[in-house]
């Protein structure tokens, strides 16, 4: 496929099977909120041989842990727009993150909009972070091989951990993993108009990112919106997926772009033809991505 934008034909097809998979999550209501934050997501996906639940300081969080020596540790934030989805609800891409790079996952119930705006998610995936590199000897992973993950909004809270913590000075971290990352706050691009209504549309996306800011301006914040930041220079490697039909493909770009252009190592993969949320959705090509994250962070924890 040359065209990265032409819709997958096999996605055009599970589309048109159920035209309703493609209907943009809608309202943020008090009847549906508990639906889309659910405790329990699908059946499990993955084996992995120990999965327990645990807190952080309140925070929930839930560690996976594979048989073998762990390769490092990924502290996981879960998708949704900053205002649904939960630990249970992505419980598969924890496992196959988990799976494919041999690490220690630590999974993040941090709070959520509109009850809990910005920055109390991003405070709480911060919180949970820093226990990660301080206990990561306990949980078998060395504290220097910690890297961050996320999906959608939770590649947004990845990326701004990475520059909270650079910018603080005191926890380096190895990696982060931005899986079709927010990083533009409520800037419109192109890819925004070209997808607008394949699984998120704009006006979902204003709602969530309305929700998460509760009305402030915060696109030139760079812990809310981290394109907007001065320089990236000084932040962990980087592997940056975006998918070729997905609307936040452009901004995941331009965030990769700017990572390169100050100096940060950079491996950027689109996956042609497939829209947001496809790894969460196990697509088929979602395979092909998790094999790919999970070469690149053993590859980055290997390198240490």
Do not use: K
């Not at 959520?112 to 109390?120: D, F, I, T, V």
């Not at 990572?259 to 088929?284: A, I, K, M, S, T």
């Amino acid at each position: 496929m040359t065209d990265e934008g032409t819709l997958d034909p096999w996605v055009a097809d599970w589309f048109a099977a159920d035209p309703n998979r493609a209907v943009p999550f809608a309202e943020l209501s008090p009847e549906i909120l508990p639906l889309a934050r659910g405790p329990e997501g699908g059946p499990v996906t993955r084996e992995i041989a120990e999965v327990r639940d645990d807190h952080v300081d309140d925070i929930p969080i839930r560690i996976y842990r594979g048989a073998g020596e762990p390769t490092g540790l990924v502290v996981y934030f879960h998708g949704g727009g900053y205002c649904i989805g939960s630990i249970g609800l992505m419980d598969n891409v924890a496992r196959e993150i988990a799976h494919w790079s041999g690490a220690v996952v630590v999974s993040v119930g941090y709070r959520l909009a509109p009850e809990n705006p910005y920055p109390a998610g991003l405070d709480d995936c911060e919180t949970v972070t820093r226990w990660a590199v301080a206990n990561a000897e306990n949980l078998g992973a060395a504290p220097d091989r910690v890297a961050v993950a996320g999906e959608s909004a939770g590649g947004n809270l990845s990326a701004t951990v990475a520059l909270r913590l650079r910018d603080a000075g005191d926890v380096t971290l190895a990696g982060q993993v931005l899986l079709y990352p927010g990083t533009a706050g409520s800037v419109v691009t192109d890819s925004m108009r070209e997808f607008d209504g394949l699984i998120l549309s704009l006006d979902s996306m204003a709602m969530f990112w309305g929700a998460y800011s509760a009305g402030r301006d915060l696109d030139a914040d760079p812990y809310a919106a981290p394109l907007s930041a001065a320089s990236l220079s000084g932040l962990p490697p980087a592997v940056v997926v975006l998918g070729g039909s997905d609307l936040l493909r452009d901004e995941g770009r331009a965030y990769a772009g700017r990572l390169r252009d100050d100096g940060v190592v950079v491996d950027e993969v689109c996956y042609p033809g497939q829209p947001h949320g496809f790894l969460n959705l196990d697509f088929p090509a979602a395979a092909e991505a998790f094999e790919h994250v999970g070469g690149w962070l053993r590859t980055t924890f290997s390198s240490i």
